[in-house]
């Protein structure tokens, strides 16, 4: 049996710089030598005044355990929690009820303590610090609280950096509430209740919403978010993210306070903030902590407790990605440049909304946008501007459409034309104008697969003739979670459920698989990021001669798979081989393979 030394740290009172530095040295933690040169280094006056635990991180000391890696707040908190024998917590901001955990105690009480309440529940409040031997305050929060106090270990820089932050939100959630508190359930809920007297809504430029409104922001960027969602219900609004395609509620805040923050960005947006009764869409550039621009989409909609707004997050370092970064294997890759390599015809992107269409599609008129060539664009709406193209943006207002657009863009001398989306005949047509008279056009159609793509331009009423004679190819694609690679697991694949990924080619199963296990780099989800699945045919001879009115898809599929076209599933079985993903994602987010 193996007997642990015993802890250097005095059980009492603050802690020290020195008895931390000689516990992680007796430990195996670091080593001695650099420790003693990193403490006779000069350092600034505010140095000293720093918690310990800061001063050790900012030595930058090798991790001995594990040569290469620096000793950070996070490893330094799991350490002393393992000496110390309080259980280690780490700070999640999306799993913490920040209303409830500011009620615990003030910001001064807090900050003087050293602590941040991080979960509130019938008998107790756990409460998070990194002075586990200074007791004198758990007596006050018992009292006030009448719940037993159970004290948790916290990285510093957390405990410090969320305790400004939730406090200063629910100070300004607060202030805005006291401005607002006459309001009702909120203009345009169809719950209205009448309340006598002059009725008061937070004003949108006061500061405590444009704090909030700064801190939702910040706080989605941080988190990595790729869609911002501000919901009304009765009493409450709720502010949710979407996190690798799955949403996370990151806030409450009550209705009247929603309100505020919604017209708020509305007036950010150029929106109308008088108009609630109809949808509205409208844009915003905003700038990380990072100094980054970052743009975002607006969109509002009347629903039955007020106007529900989304914002759509476009990060320049996500939008313009290398394709390797997107997920292509190298077969896929081939192809794609393949297709659109050539000098003109019509390549289509298919799939859902949030199926990372329009990342692909800008991340291949960036590498095509050349000085030797006119790329140009007409989207509803820019989803991004980029400098090396020309976008134009449909306006229905003044009835510029997608077809007008592009008729427009014909007479500008384009080499490359990008169409957001084609929605009907006219805009078909155009497109395939535009192909015959030599460009390269590149736009998107919503269908489940790439074959039905082909149906789908029959059912808007484009001719077979012009499908052969102008379609280079079509790309499907999803966007499937990836394994965290800090905490994934080996597993195995029973051989059922692998020719249910693998159907029609019915490969043997891998010898290992891996599956989510859940850790703090992934919030215990077990993913963290997602990549690109894809399903490609080039439009040859061969495969033309299927297309017809009465094109027969099964046959028009199982001839795209004998010249090489892997569909989703297969394309998701061989990152779930190559230890990417797994089984249950791909199904997930893929349509169920139609072959006889």
């Not at 444009?210 to 989605?220: E, M, S």
């Not at 992107?349 to 006119?374: C, D, I, M």
Request: charged share 25%.
């Amino acid at each position: 049996m193996v007997v642990r030394q015993r802890s250097l740290i005095p059980k009492t009172g603050k802690l020290q710089l020195r008895s931390l530095i000689d516990a992680l040295v007796s430990d195996g933690m670091i080593f001695r030598d650099a420790a003693e040169n990193a403490l006779i280094q000069p350092r600034g006056a505010d140095f000293s005044a720093q918690h310990p635990m800061i001063q050790i991180a900012a030595f930058d000391l090798e991790w001995k355990k594990r040569p290469g890696k620096k000793l950070s707040p996070g490893v330094l908190a799991e350490w002393l929690s393992e000496q110390t024998g309080f259980p280690y917590y780490h700070i999640d901001p999306l799993k913490i009820d920040a209303r409830a955990v500011t009620q615990v105690m003030s910001f001064e009480f807090a900050k003087r303590q050293g602590v941040l309440p991080v979960e509130v529940n019938e008998h107790e409040v756990i409460i998070a610090t990194c002075e586990p031997f200074i007791r004198g305050w758990e007596e006050t929060v018992e009292q006030v609280t009448r719940k037993s106090v159970r004290k948790v270990i916290s990285s510093v820089d957390d405990i410090q950096r969320y305790s400004v932050e939730f406090f200063t939100l629910a100070k300004s959630v607060s202030g805005a509430t006291k401005s607002g508190e006459r309001v009702g359930a909120g203009i345009g809920n169809f719950e209205q209740l009448l309340e006598l007297g002059n009725l008061k809504s937070p004003d949108a430029n006061d500061e405590g919403i444009i704090n909030i409104v700064d801190w939702i922001l910040q706080y989605a960027f941080d988190q990595r978010a790729s869609d911002i969602h501000i919901e009304p219900r009765r009493e409450q609004a709720f502010v949710r993210f979407r996190i690798d395609g799955v949403l996370h509620l990151a806030y409450n805040m009550p209705i009247q306070v929603g309100m505020a923050v919604t017209s708020r960005i509305k007036i950010l947006g150029r929106m109308n903030v008088a108009e609630k009764r109809k949808p509205q869409d409208g844009r915003l550039k905003t700038k990380s902590q990072e100094g980054d621009e970052i743009e975002l989409r607006l969109s509002t909609l009347p629903t039955a407790f007020g106007e529900k707004l989304v914002m759509r997050i476009f990060d320049p370092e996500v939008l313009l990605r290398p394709f390797e970064q997107l997920g292509f294997r190298e077969e896929e890759l081939v192809r794609w440049h393949k297709m659109t390599a050539q000098p003109n015809g019509i390549i289509f992107v298919t799939g859902p909304t949030g199926s990372g269409k329009t990342t692909t599609l800008y991340s291949t008129l960036k590498q095509l946008a050349t000085s030797e060539v006119n790329v140009c664009t007409i989207e509803d709406p820019i989803e991004m501007v980029e400098p090396a193209f020309n976008q134009m943006q449909v306006q229905h207002n003044i009835e510029l459409d997608f077809a007008d657009g592009v008729k427009a863009l014909l007479r500008q001398d384009p080499d490359i034309i990008m169409i957001g989306e084609i929605r009907d005949l006219e805009t078909a047509q155009m497109a395939i104008q535009a192909a015959l008279t030599g460009h390269l056009v590149l736009s998107t159609l919503h269908t489940n697969d790439a074959p039905t793509a082909i149906t789908r331009l029959l059912d808007l009423g484009v001719p077979g003739y012009l499908i052969k004679s102008t379609v280079l190819g079509v790309m499907a694609q999803r966007l499937v979670r990836t394994l965290c690679p800090h905490c994934k697991q080996e597993s195995v694949i029973s051989k059922e459920d692998w020719q249910q990924l693998t159907h029609p080619w019915n490969a043997p199963p891998p010898s290992r698989i891996y599956r989510p296990a859940g850790c703090l780099e992934c919030r215990n989800t077990g993913y963290l990021g997602r990549s690109g699945l894809y399903e490609i045919f080039l439009l040859t001879e061969t495969l033309g001669e299927f297309i017809a009115n009465d094109v027969d898809l099964v046959k028009f599929r199982n001839q795209a798979i004998k010249e090489g076209m892997h569909t989703l599933r297969l394309s998701g079985a061989k990152k779930v081989a190559a230890g990417l993903t797994t089984p249950e994602e791909v199904m997930r987010v893929t349509p169920e393979s139609r072959m006889k």
